[in-house]
């Protein structure tokens, strides 16, 4: 593997995106099934992806964290995990994955592991984390790695469920 790992965990390897890896970001958002919990509920064109790997990178710069490409331990291409900013004061955990990568507990390796990062970084006291209130699947992973439910959070005109975590609510072996 080219890429510089920023977090590896047992399966997954967390690398900075390329300037020309927009075609796997539309292709991690081209179906109904992985768009239907994000803003816009439709798969990304092309341009979209374009513009959300420009995002990453200017979150990289400037704060020293954004949503990661997830590769397995063959190096394939699975999804995107992070920690990036949220309305500026706060950071808020984020991950999506590909279908084909759903149900083996990738997403909850992933998130534990970037509390954990985050967490030995210091990047703040704590972080957020939202689902739509249909999306159980991920509210499961959410309480898995020790987050705790808050008040819910009002994202693109529509009440989403929240979470937090601070270093103290981190369980030692999630």
Do not use: C
């Not at 500026?88 to 083996?104: D, M, N, T, V």
């Not at 699947?137 to 439910?149: C, D, F, H, T, V």
């Amino acid at each position: 593997m080219s890429e510089r790992a920023i977090l590896k965990t047992p399966r997954l390897s967390f690398v900075m995106w390329n300037e020309d890896d927009a075609p796997l970001v539309q292709q991690l958002h081209s179906t109904m099934a992985t768009t239907l919990y994000l803003p816009g509920n439709a798969p990304w064109s092309l341009e979209k992806a374009e513009e959300r790997l420009r995002g990453w990178f200017e979150e990289q710069a400037r704060d020293g964290t954004t949503k990661y490409k997830l590769l397995a331990e063959d190096g394939s291409f699975v999804g995107r995990a992070g920690v990036s900013r949220f309305r500026s004061e706060q950071f808020e955990l984020g991950y999506s994955l590909l279908e084909a990568a759903w149900g083996k507990g990738l997403a909850t390796e992933a998130a534990s592991a970037l509390a954990g990062w985050f967490f030995k970084r210091r990047l703040a006291p704590g972080f957020i984390a939202f689902t739509h209130p249909e999306n159980l699947a991920s509210q499961r992973i959410l309480r898995k790695i020790g987050m705790r439910e808050r008040a819910p959070i009002l994202v693109d005109g529509e009440f989403d469920m929240a979470f937090e975590m601070t270093a103290e609510m981190r369980p030692e072996n999630p």
